[in-house]
């Protein structure tokens, strides 16, 4: 803590160069608060607006100055008769929000300005506490229109006004180097330097004093600033001293000591992130100074602003004195500035993009063209005239492999806007924009946030480049952004026509589906070994008796086609898209077949049927089928050949729509059936299938459309027949299973109601792997009353976490199954003795049940497969899992702590990061080895909490705070 003991001289500054992250302003005597003050546009903003008798509220994080700012006003403040807080966290008083509220009411009964200094999770507990009290509920408003586009949602109403000082980057040139020089020129730092020429302060002191120096440390903060970098002031202090005292303030000017060191040792700058690769001159190639830095100490010694740097002689330079030399030739040899010219080069697209917009050039084209790119790599003409507003669908855990797009919006209705201030607060400070906006104002004022993480996302993928060749953490999310745009865009997507030779028109002209034609998978052999039917009834009336439908190696697309059966009681015959959707290059052997799977058979009847104009030559039907195939078998080895000559294995669509639902799956289990007699066993679980319904009411995307024209017109009745192969569930045993499964349908029928307001375009897939969560926790907790799954959010950096996930996984595998044997000796007895005998003595119906958990464990995205840098199963969850999660834990505008999310998440799923205080005692009572709570759990938490920020389900607003929701950075 910075506190009175400071004393004048280096003192202060080598103790804030030493501080941690909570060093807060309160500790700070006057006349150091005096010496850290830099004077900006927000000392008179503050002043002058509570002269005119308004009151301010200023939040943010942590460290941005909040307090400093009113305890620097406080005579103005007093001289307008303001009652003012500086620090409303103190106030509170163990989270009790009415000493706050009861000052406020007084300011407002007494007609006095009131201001306060608040972090975000107050505010919201203030808003809770009080959700009729007039001035915070337009303090929330504005908060929740901190920044202004072309529209300025945020004009006052009455006479509050909110300053976000989290918008305030003091990595902005400006102020880091006013915070600089308030150093640089302390009298007393001053007279320091002048009496020890040769300490490290004076060396670091003299340089960044240097005109040169200062100019391109300024153009790596506003670089920084540009690409997203952020640091609170505090940081900036922090930051500042320590690259003006060193690294241990000592006498001897080591490597370690230069102020870029410092720099660059910084969490922003530090380590191989996609900003430290932007940024940092040591990370940056440049073949010609790379080779003359490492031919040694002879090798470059013309240029330097302050001669060369003593590199100890060496015959091979080591990488950190290579990285210290090329940090001090950016910033003090005469062609410094060319260190970054390869650097990053969507870095400087972007920043270029940006500055293009801000200056009103238009750049719409330029964007949506790399849009567009992401989704189809090919190029074809108009790509920059036009936003195609892409869609794809699967129900496995990873994202769609194949995007279509029905609709699309012309360059000249959209804009590139760019982010300001309200205009109530506008001279608050200046701020510095990182994104832009584009933005539909035709439709509803759509808008698309593009930032560098999701620039460089689009570029990269426009060039060829997986996404998963990037670092998570910078492009996580970034894709599914602009399916949102789709989806809010329109509701509806609108087919091109009846028939296919529409679509390939529109294939030439706009629309396009893009992906390489998948390999067609040979059948699925037939599950069972069994030869006698009778034994495979046996089976099965076991497996109802049991399990409740027939465990088989089943993926959620499976579960989709039984779930959506059993829901709508109809299906479609589907054989014109079976057909056409699976290419065959020759035809089926054999006398007098007529195989319709290969084109030049099938081609002669969607003529004849009318679903193909005459124009479309073969070849373009054939290649019109490689699309149709990577479209609707995004699953794998869920399409194969339905119909004669043919023995069908079973077929399932992954297409976004009832209408692609037939009555060919085989894989599948009854499983839906299942689920939707326990759902009806209890009101929520009723209005979770009302909803289901709902939500495949919803408009569906553009996916469908591309089918359209092989759909059938009539659909027809499917007839459940569970009851027949299984048994009847009786009323007592789905209740029963109901009772154990009610808070997870609690939690489902929140999801729905989420994904029914929300209206995303991915709601079906949502919904499925939500239901498959459901169901795979359902196989845990029947025989097991408190199973636990670890979350290895760490990817395998701590082997400890790894090794215990892979054991918490491969636990609940054995347990799930050893539940026949359980059940047989609990309840199972009246069971019949040669069912149980057809079902016991067959290893593979035994195996059955280890596939059928693992399969589905792994496609809803919570295990994680084998691989060759995990050689066991484990438990790590994929991006849209943990979305769909916290959509089932989390309701609308709903804001909870990490740790309370984290205990929701174990107890309604099973699923532990180790967050939560108990969390080690918790599981060493279920059996896992010894995980130490400083050195695993608390970096595993960090891990998953960083996930939840990248997804936006979560901030920090403050130091050790992290608060999550579902629109976390609209919400909060």
Request: proline content about 6%; aromatic content about 8%.
């Amino acid at each position: 803590m910075m506190g009175a003991d400071v004393q004048s001289g280096t003192d202060l500054w080598r103790i804030l160069a030493q501080a941690g992250p909570k060093a807060t302003a309160e500790a700070l005597e006057r006349d150091d608060l005096q010496r850290m003050h830099v004077e900006t546009p927000l000392d008179a903003f503050i002043a002058d607006r509570v002269a005119q008798g308004k009151s301010l509220v200023l939040t943010g994080n942590a460290g941005d100055g909040k307090t400093h700012a009113l305890l620097r006003a406080a005579r103005e403040l007093e001289a307008a008769g303001a009652i003012f807080i500086p620090d409303a966290t103190a106030e509170m008083r163990r989270g009790d929000p009415e000493p706050i509220l009861k000052r406020w009411r007084e300011a407002i009964a007494e007609r006095r300005p009131f201001c306060i200094a608040i972090n975000e999770y107050p505010l919201y507990q203030l808003r809770k506490a009080a959700p009729d009290f007039e001035p915070l509920a337009e303090t929330w408003r504005q908060s929740r229109h901190r920044l202004a586009y072309r529209d300025d949602a945020a004009s006052a109403a009455g006479d509050i006004i909110v300053v976000d000082l989290s918008l305030r980057n003091p990595l902005s040139p400006g102020f880091a180097d006013a915070i600089l020089d308030a150093i640089l020129t302390d009298p007393a730092f001053v007279e320091f330097v002048d009496a020890h020429p040769h300490d490290v302060a004076s060396e670091n002191a003299m340089r960044l004093r240097d005109p040169r120096v200062r100019r391109r440390l300024r153009a790596i903060f506003e670089r920084s600033v540009a690409l997203g970098a952020r640091v609170t002031v505090r940081e900036m202090w922090i930051l500042a001293a320590r690259m003006v005292m060193g690294r241990d303030a000592g006498r001897d000017f080591n490597r370690a000591d230069w102020y870029f060191e410092a720099l660059f040792a910084s969490p922003v700058f530090a380590g191989t992130s996609s900003l430290a690769r932007a940024l940092d001159p040591a990370a940056c190639s440049h073949p010609r100074w790379d080779n003359l830095l490492e031919g040694g100490k002879n090798a470059l010694e013309d240029g330097w602003r302050f001669g060369p740097p003593p590199v100890p002689p060496q015959p091979r330079l080591e990488p950190a004195v290579f990285t210290w030399l090329k940090r001090a030739f950016h910033f003090e040899h005469d062609e410094g500035e060319t260190a970054l010219e390869l650097a990053d080069p969507e870095a400087a697209e972007f920043m270029a993009l940006l500055a293009g917009a801000a200056s009103g050039r238009n750049s719409v084209g330029t964007m949506i063209d790399a849009i567009n790119a992401a989704y189809c790599p090919v190029r074809f003409s108009g790509r920059e005239n036009h936003l195609y507003l892409w869609s794809g669908h699967r129900f496995h855990e990873q994202p769609s492999r194949s995007f279509v797009a029905t609709e699309r919006i012309a360059a000249e209705d959209l804009r590139l806007e760019i982010p300001r201030l309200p205009a109530i607060c506008d001279s608050a400070f200046d701020f510095v924009g990182d994104h832009m906006m584009l933005a539909a104002p035709a439709r509803g004022g759509t808008r698309l946030r593009i930032d560098y993480p999701c620039s460089a996302r689009f570029a990269g993928s426009g060039a060829g480049c997986r996404a998963s060749w990037y670092p998570s953490a910078k492009f996580t999310g970034s894709m599914p952004s602009s399916n949102n745009l789709a989806a809010a865009a329109s509701r509806r997507a609108t087919p091109c026509g009846r028939c296919i030779w529409n679509i390939c028109k529109c294939f030439k002209s706009g629309w396009r589906q893009t992906a390489a034609p998948t390999k067609w998978c040979a059948p699925m052999p037939d599950i069972s070994t069994f030869s006698r039917e009778d034994i495979a009834a046996g089976q099965r009336r076991i497996h109802g008796a049991a399990l409740g439908y027939q465990p088989m190696r089943m993926k959620p697309v499976h579960f989709a086609t039984s779930l959506i059966l059993a829901l709508r009681g109809r299906c479609y015959r589907l054989e014109l898209l079976n057909k056409a959707s699976v290419p065959r290059v020759a035809p089926k052997l054999g006398a007098r077949v007529a195989d319709e799977f290969v084109a030049e058979e099938l081609y002669p009847r969607l003529i004849a049927e009318g679903r193909i104009n005459a124009q479309v030559d073969e070849p373009t039907f054939k290649l019109l089928r490689s699309h149709l195939n990577a479209a609707f078998n995004n699953d794998g080895g869920a399409l194969g050949p339905g119909f004669a000559p043919y023995n069908p294995f079973g077929v399932d669509y992954s297409a976004p729509s009832f209408r692609y639902i037939g009555n060919l799956s085989k894989n599948h289990g009854h499983s839906g059936s299942f689920v939707t007699r326990i759902l009806r066993a209890t009101e929520t679980g009723q209005q979770v299938l009302t909803d289901c319904l709902a939500v495949l009411d919803l408009p569906p995307p553009p996916l469908e459309a591309l089918g359209s024209p092989l759909l059938d017109e009539e659909d027809l009745e499917w007839a459940d027949d569970y009851d027949s192969l299984f048994g009847a569930l009786s009323d007592a045993a789905a209740a029963d299973i109901a009772a154990i499964m009610a808070p997870r349908t609690e939690a489902i029928a929140k999801l729905l109601a989420n994904l029914l307001r929300m209206r995303s375009a991915y709601a079906l897939r949502y919904m499925i792997i939500g239901l498959s969560i459901w169901l795979f926790s359902y196989l845990m907790l029947r025989r097991e009353a408190e199973p636990l799954l670890l979350v290895d959010a760490m990817g395998g950096r701590n082997r400890r976490i790894r090794t215990q996930s892979q054991a918490s996984y491969a636990r609940e595998l054995d347990r799930f199954a050893n539940s026949y044997d359980k059940w047989r000796d609990d309840e199972g007895a009246a069971a019949d003795d040669e069912d149980w005998e057809t079902f016991s003595s067959s290893r593979k119906a035994r195996k059955n049940l280890e596939d059928h958990f693992r399969d589905l464990g792994v496609r809803i995205g919570i295990v994680q497969p084998r691989a060759p840098s995990a050689k066991r199963k484990h438990i790590e969850l994929q991006a849209d899992t943990l979305r769909v999660l916290a959509m089932s834990i989390l309701g609308e505008d709903e804001v909870v702590t990490e740790i309370e999310f984290a205990d929701r998440l174990r107890s309604l799923w099973c699923l532990c990061p180790g967050s939560a205080p108990a969390d080690g005692e918790l599981l060493r009572r279920n059996g896992f080895g010894p995980l130490d709570a400083d050195e695993d759990l608390e970096p595993n938490a960090r891990a998953f909490r960083a996930l939840l920020i990248r997804l936006g389900l979560a901030v920090s607003p403050s130091d050790g705070l992290t608060l999550c929701a579902l629109r976390a950075d609209e919400v909060i």
